[in-house]
T-cell receptor, first 113, second 112 residues
Framework: KNQVEQSPQSLIILEGKNCTLQ??????????LRWYKQDTGRGPVSLTI?????NTKSNGRYTATLDADTKQSSLHITASQLSDSASYIC????????????FGTGTRLTVIP | NAGVTQTPKFQVLKTGQSMTLQCAQD?????MYWYRQDPGMGLRLIYY???????DKGEVPNGYNVSRLNKREFSLRLESAAPSQTSVYFC???????????FGQGTRLTVV
């Protein structure tokens, strides 16, 4: 069964600290993996995309990694800011086509001053 | 840039009432989607439209109908609302061949 699991479910960190969010998937075939950020009361917005051949990709203070062999991805946030408080959703695409998106349940990150 | 616009943002219905959620995108995308998001669950696909004139069922289509009115607009209809349909509904769109979905801001629906 195609599944995407994220951990932890929720996380509270102090402003300025780093954190890492995890995503494990069983989706096959695999096309790509995206991390989305969802602010409270808003729709998700794509942060980064990882394809099969990519191991690491950065977008500002966000760095995503992908291990296609173990089917694991992580999102590392450096020097967290209050505005990083949001849910982070891992989305895996199976066969090509956006109608084959598999969503994780998300990690709720709260950054406190 | 408006992107994906959903209306209304909030709605309360009584069991058995009907309503239509509206969605419009101005990015010239071929594909449009309706998802629901419930606590503790990932976004689940209700219906999608790969192109104007076509619609297909997703993971949880029961109790819903959709209309792809034109390339810009994709509506979701609840014919007889049930409490189990209390959820946040998101419309999304994407370019053909692109897996990035652009989401609207959501409609929070409560059925009492």
């Amino acid at each position: 069964k195609n599944q995407v699991e994220q951990s932890p479910q929720s996380l509270i960190i102090l402003e300025g600290k780093n954190c890492t969010l995890q995503c494990n998937y069983t989706v096959s075939p695999f096309s790509n993996l995206r991390w989305y950020k969802q602010d409270t009361g808003r729709g998700p917005v794509s942060l980064t995309i990882m394809t099969f051949s990519e191991n690491t990709k950065s977008n500002g203070r966000y760095t995503a990694t992908l291990d296609a062999d173990t089917k694991q991805s992580s999102l590392h946030i450096t020097a967290s800011q209050l505005s990083d408080s949001a849910s982070y959703i891992c989305v895996v695409t199976g066969q090509t086509g956006a109608n084959n998106l598999f969503f994780g349940t998300g990690t709720r990150l709260t950054v406190i001053p | 840039n408006a992107g994906v616009t959903q209306t209304p943002k909030f709605q309360v219905l009584k069991t058995g009432q009907s309503m239509t959620l509206q969605c419009a995108q101005d990015m010239n995308h071929n594909s449009m989607y309706w998802y629901r998001q419930d606590p503790g669950m990932g976004l689940r696909l209700i219906y999608y439209s790969a192109s104007e004139g076509t619609t297909d069922k997703g993971e949880v289509p029961n109790g819903y109908n959709v209309s792809r009115l034109n390339k810009r607009e994709f509506s979701l209809r609840l014919e007889s609302a049930a409490p189990s349909q209390t959820s946040v509904y998101f419309c999304a769109s994407s370019s053909q061949g692109d897996t990035e979905a652009f989401f609207g801001q959501g409609t929070r629906l409560t059925v009492v």
